[in-house]
């Protein structure tokens, strides 16, 4: 029973254009959503986060949305760049309780 | 700051031998979290550790155990390894327990 679901494996964007990778959520207690970002043979990035009070951060070219009525969230990448082909994973979390992830979105950032 | 080192970075080991898998958290970070990286499963929490305690365990069975020292330092043992167990060990570390987790390089586990 996937709490956090990626529907979609993989994504394919060309260089400049906007990258949206999307997440549902079936547990509306989450209170906190993360994106990370996975390079191969490294540990997941950080990269941006948001908590259900709110329903938009933004930091440089990254954008999280939430709408906690659909549960479900959205990374907007602009302009796509051929480094951020990644592996992106979504996790959510409620209050002291483990974070739960997807199972992630390969981005390809074709230039 | 030096981000979270984790030791060894590859293991190769044969079925029914055991495994200690080290973390290093980031100065000052006090919660110490393991999961397990395998194709197509995604991260599975596996437990966080704060302050010496395990505050919370993922759904694996007791051949997966840690630890955690006075210096936050962290361990993970697995015992009586099996095929199954081949996977990316990550471990993430925050300041405190409802922090951001910032993660290690992983351990890198093959188990022939």
């Known amino acids: 029973d996937q709490q956090v679901k990626q529907n979609s494996p993989s994504l394919s964007v060309q260089e400049g254009r906007i990258s949206i990778l999307n997440c549902d959520y079936t547990?509306?207690?989450?209170?906190?959503f993360l994106w990370y970002k996975k390079y191969p043979a490294e540990g997941p990035t950080f990269l941006i986060s948001?908590?259900?009070?709110?329903d938009k951060n933004e930091d440089g070219r990254f954008t999280v949305f939430l709408n906690k009525s659909a549960k479900h969230l959205s990374l907007h990448i602009v302009p796509s760049q051929p480094g951020d082909s990644a592996v992106y994973f979504c996790a959510a979390v409620e209050g002291n309780t483990p974070l739960v992830f997807g199972k992630g979105t390969r981005l390809s950032v074709i230039a | 700051k030096a981000g979270v080192t984790q030791t060894p970075r590859y293991l190769i080991k044969t079925r029914g031998q055991q495994v200690t898998l080290s973390c290093s958290p980031i100065?000052?970070?006090?919660?110490v979290s393991w999961y397990q990286q395998t194709p197509g499963q995604g991260l599975q929490f596996l437990f966080e550790?704060?302050?010496?305690?395990?505050?919370n365990k993922g759904n694996f069975p007791g051949r997966f155990s840690g630890r955690q020292f006075s210096n936050s330092r962290s361990e993970m043992n697995v015992s009586t390894l099996e095929l199954g167990d081949s996977a990316l060990y990550l471990c993430?570390?925050?300041?405190?327990?409802?922090?951001?987790?910032?993660f290690g390089p992983g351990t890198r586990l093959l188990v022939l």
């Open positions: 993430a570390s925050s300041v405190g327990r409802e922090e951001t987790q910032y």
């Open positions: 550790y704060f302050s010496e305690t395990q505050r």
């Open positions: 547990n509306s207690m989450f209170d906190y």
């Open positions: 100065s000052g970070h006090r919660s």
């Open positions: 948001i908590s259900s009070i709110k």
